[in-house]
């Protein structure tokens, strides 16, 4: 007898747990509305009611390719965005053609896929911008990278590295410029 009489107290405790709140029931008379976790009203909650559904898997990823070939540039481009002064520019030999120039200032030039594109130094200074450094605008980053030692001396007022530019696209190309020079000087 004591087992049925226990298993009925199970149902009718299991029962009163999953009850709706009598009918006479009114906001005062509880605290945390019913379906509610914590007080809380899981759906106006706005962490989970902003999150987006969950993923089914993961995006596809570009494959990696070649970014666009850097192509060379003249005084009259520079001339002609108002980037004449000192600073430094990316040549793949010496007293070859600028592929990449930047002021002291930090604002700078490239050209590729026959348009001429501004980029900005990560840290602009004289000194900042000599170092190499990143570069991006457009889509598009540099990354110039020079030994901290070994300047030579390219003329009176200009000093030159050997360098190695590194040009990353948003659709994730790279293309990378080996046994370069980083050039600076007025």
């Known amino acids: 007898m004591i087992r049925p009489l226990a298993f009925l107290l199970g149902l009718a405790s299991l029962a009163a747990c999953s009850a709706d709140p009598p009918a006479a029931a009114n906001a005062a008379d509880g605290v945390l509305p019913v379906g509610s976790v914590g007080g809380v009203d899981p759906a106006t909650n ?72 501004r980029i900005t130094a990560a840290t602009p200074g004289r000194e900042a911008v000599e170092d190499g450094g990143i570069l991006a605008g457009d889509q598009v980053s540099f990354t110039v990278e020079r030994p901290a030692d070994r300047a030579d001396p390219a003329a009176d007022s200009t000093r030159q590295w050997p360098a190695t530019l590194t040009m990353r696209t948003a659709d994730g190309g790279e293309r990378v410029y080996r046994g370069g020079r980083w050039e600076c000087g007025s």
């Open 46 to 117: 706005a962490q989970f009611a902003a999150a987006p559904p969950p993923a089914r898997g993961l995006p596809d990823t570009p494959a990696p390719h070649a970014a666009p070939e850097l192509q060379p540039m003249v005084y009259a481009d520079f001339a002609e965005k108002e980037l004449l002064g000192s600073g430094c520019s990316f040549r793949t030999v010496p007293r070859g053609p600028v592929l990449l120039f930047v002021r002291d200032q930090g604002d700078g030039l490239v050209r590729f896929d026959k348009r001429l594109r």
